[in-house]
């Protein structure tokens, strides 16, 4: 019986850090393409899929949305573990784009530094997981940067 209970804890703070780690790069990596759009004065924009997640960029003269060629702004899979639930503001400023355009970007970052409002929750999606709690957030008001929510922080308080 405790050898189960000893297993049961090990795997679920395994996970835990697993999602600490999930949460961390999609974090840094927001806040990078972000600085991106900014530096090279171009909207850039998250695209949320199912079981992967990609940067795209917004292109002026087509008036559309399209996949980037560089390293950074890449498809990336998610772990089957993960679950992210997104709360983004349907009314949000958006860029203009043709209503067949095949890519929407769910979040768009722009040259001037602001963002669509959102809110995109992290948590485990496993039955062994303890996660009722244990949730990490990241946040846009669309006009403040970026902000990391840790569970069991404040919002302020430095990873």
Do not use: C
Request: aromatic share 8%; glycine share 6%; net charge negative.
């Amino acid at each position: 019986m405790l050898v189960a209970l000893a297993t049961f804890t090990l795997g679920g703070n395994s996970l835990r850090r697993d999602l600490d780690n999930e949460a961390q790069k999609l974090f840094l990596l927001m806040q990078t393409v972000s600085e991106q759009a900014i530096i090279n004065n171009t909207e850039l924009g998250l695209v949320l899929e199912e079981d992967a997640y990609r940067f795209v960029a917004y292109d002026e003269q087509r008036g559309s949305w399209k996949p980037s060629g560089e390293r950074l702004y890449r498809q990336r899979k998610m772990p089957e573990w993960l679950v992210v639930t997104e709360y983004i503001e349907n009314d949000a400023p958006r860029l203009a784009s043709s209503e067949d355009d095949e890519i929407r970007p769910d979040i768009v970052l722009f040259s001037s530094g602001e963002a669509t409002p959102f809110e995109l929750e992290l948590t485990l999606d496993s039955p062994s997981a303890v996660n009722d709690d244990y949730v990490h957030r990241i946040v846009s008001d669309g006009v403040s940067p970026i902000e990391w929510q840790h569970p069991g922080r404040e919002a302020s308080e430095e990873p």
